[in-house]
């Protein structure tokens, strides 16, 4: 291991309070640290190699599409006849895209982490309107594909006091 990388793994590991031993960070914590350094490595495989300073949502959504050879999830095209189909019964030449769910958690890990290593919220490219777009689309695209609509989770309201769920998800009984 090179004495950089090794730096970076001690600066950006978590430490316990009154410890001098880092803390194992969370699992979250590991994967949005995994996915920052795949971004960054990716904008310097980039031809020429684009430095963070110049990176804009246009970067974003290239390695998203990018990210898609890796993909794991069955998206049928509008020509399949197995389009729409929840569960088709027999194997097609559709191909394997990264899941719409995966694609908005791994945003959600690279905004944070592009304001925690610098940048602002203002410059954000992860945080653009046109990323939310192009996730919705996937979103949408990946619904009618696999026939199962997605179900936008309702925001908790004011409960009444004769309401048996609270918005924590606790069951109370009046």
């Not at 970067?59 to 990210?67: A, I, N, P």
Request: charged share 25%; glycine share 8%.
């Amino acid at each position: 291991m090179s004495s950089e990388r090794g730096k970076d793994l001690v600066e950006g590991s978590s430490r316990s309070p009154g410890s001098d031993s880092p803390a194992t960070p969370s699992r979250y914590e590991s994967q949005k640290r995994r996915d920052w350094n795949a971004f960054i490595q990716y904008l310097k495989n980039q031809r020429p190699p684009v430095p963070l300073s110049q990176c804009n949502y246009t970067h974003v959504l290239e390695f998203l599409r990018y990210l898609d050879q890796f993909g794991k999830t069955k998206v049928h095209i509008q020509g399949c006849m197995f389009y729409g189909q929840p569960e088709p019964p027999a194997p097609c030449t559709c191909p394997l895209k990264q899941a719409w769910g995966s694609l908005d958690a791994l945003i959600g890990r690279l905004r944070a982490a592009y304001e925690e290593n610098g940048g602002t919220p203002e410059t954000n490219p992860f945080a653009s309107g046109a990323i939310r777009v192009y996730l919705r689309e996937v979103r949408d695209c990946q619904s009618k594909a696999r026939g199962i609509p997605y179900k936008k989770k309702k925001k908790a309201t004011n409960q009444t006091k004769g309401s048996e769920e609270s918005s924590s998800g606790a069951v109370h009984f009046s």
